[in-house]
């Protein structure tokens, strides 16, 4: 059923959902789909008439985004699932992305394509291990908005208190302030996204609360900055083969716009094609500008010639890559690192939709709380470090002074992510 705020014709943006698995990521999507009219109340029933036969009671509300017969059996996301929704000012795509850290590849997909981020903090268990970890990707991928839902106020032991709510708010602004957003920007939502409380409904249950719901919070994010007069940056997320189309590249447009008829290059693959046609949610459109995601119709290559990880721009400013014989200088934060780390390490870089082994080739200068120390012999949690990389096949990615949207990376090893960097010089031979 159509929502009384949609018209496809306003300003779209993506909106992803993120943090710890439990604290009710996707309850809280499908309550906000609920209670702002996107769904019926029978859809919830039949899910949750599902959800109790499979022993998982109060589960109606999550089947709505956790489609996958594995995430229900299991009662967590796994893929990133999409829908639409609508406020009165904006239309927005929905990503409910996983929280369980054998995921968290598919949420970094998944934040890469949003400007927003709601990150879920459940008021009985505070920040743990995955709310640090997307709050730092979350900055790392560009999400510029950020909204704290402080969920599960209704469960036994917090009760509705304001001081709970205020604990949980001082550890998620320490966070904040560690990844690098302004927490006093930050809008923090007292919620039961169970019962329905401060989601799209005012509760009564919170008198000493007189801040926003969360739907009212998602159409007052401001609006991102569009860098439509750069050149065109827009990582390929997947290439498909479709009958009767041909090759069909896929991605989030970072800057600038894309025009049929123009001849767009691919870097590293080193691939030009011209795009034939482009399409945006099941329209076809002759041009599209950053924030968009698009599918594109390319002439003359197949999908082997392209691959996820690649960016297209144009001739005149083609996307930047780093050979696996060249480096590049990055800044990076060290997170959560289980051993000292030196000279050789060689995490995997996640950078817009790249991943790729890069190796540690000189440590630079370190700065932690005792200040900073040229040329250290290695690196532990908590450190920063300007450090000397060589990835092990090229990768695109571009400097921070150019190109801040594709200058980000998370580093990951091991199933989690260990650190978060930017790239400042690249070193072309």
């Not at 990376?409 to 978060?420: E, H």
Request: with cysteine; hydrophobic share 35%.
């Amino acid at each position: 059923m159509p929502s009384e705020w949609e018209d496809k014709s306003k300003p779209h943006r993506n909106i992803v959902f993120i943090g710890h698995v439990d604290h009710g990521k996707s309850t809280t999507v499908g309550r906000l789909l609920l209670d702002s009219g996107h769904i019926d109340q029978h859809v919830i029933d039949k899910n949750e008439k599902l959800a109790a036969e499979s022993g998982k009671a109060g589960f109606g509300l999550a089947y709505v985004m956790d489609g996958l017969k594995e995430e229900r059996e299991r009662g967590i996301t796994i893929d990133v699932a999409h829908k639409e929704f609508f406020t009165p000012k904006w239309y927005w795509t929905i990503i409910d992305a996983p929280g369980h850290r054998d995921f968290v590849k598919n949420m970094i997909t998944g934040a890469s394509q949003a400007d927003t981020a709601v990150l879920l903090c459940a008021a009985n268990d505070g920040v743990n291990a995955q709310t640090r970890e997307h709050a730092f990707l979350a900055k790392v991928l560009g999400v510029s908005g950020l909204i704290v839902h402080v969920n599960k106020m209704d469960i036994s032991g917090v009760d509705w208190s304001e001081d709970k709510y205020k604990e949980a708010c001082s550890q998620v602004s320490d966070l904040l302030k560690r990844a690098g957003f302004k927490p006093d920007d930050v809008p923090m939502i007292p919620a039961s996204s169970l019962n329905g409380d401060n989601v799209f409904k005012k509760s009564d249950k919170c008198p000493w609360y007189n801040g926003p719901t969360l739907f009212e919070a998602i159409d007052a994010m401001a609006e991102p900055n569009k860098p439509v007069d750069k050149p065109l940056r827009l990582p390929i997320q997947d290439v498909y083969k479709i009958g009767g189309i041909g090759t069909v590249p896929v991605g989030k447009i970072e800057t600038g716009t894309l025009n049929t008829g123009k001849t767009v290059v691919f870097n590293p693959s080193q691939k030009s094609a011209e795009v034939r046609s482009i399409e945006m949610h099941h329209t076809i459109v002759t041009s599209a500008g950053p924030g968009d995601n698009v599918g594109f119709n390319v002439r003359g290559l197949s999908t082997t010639d392209i691959r996820r990880g690649d960016v297209a721009g144009y001739a005149d400013s083609a996307p930047t890559f780093v050979r696996h014989d060249e480096t590049f200088v990055g800044q990076i934060q060290l997170m959560d690192i289980p051993k000292v780390v030196s000279v050789g390490y060689t995490p995997v870089f996640h950078a817009h939709t790249a991943q790729v082994a890069v190796k540690f080739m000189e440590l630079l200068e370190k700065t932690n709380k005792a200040g900073k120390e040229p040329n250290p012999s290695f690196l532990k949690t908590g450190d920063a470090c300007l450090i000397r990389f060589q990835p092990t096949k090229p990768m695109a990615i571009e400097q921070m002074d150019t190109f801040p949207e594709l200058s980000r990376f998370a580093i990951r090893d091991m199933g989690k992510t260990v650190a978060a960097g930017v790239c400042l010089k690249i070193e072309k031979k």
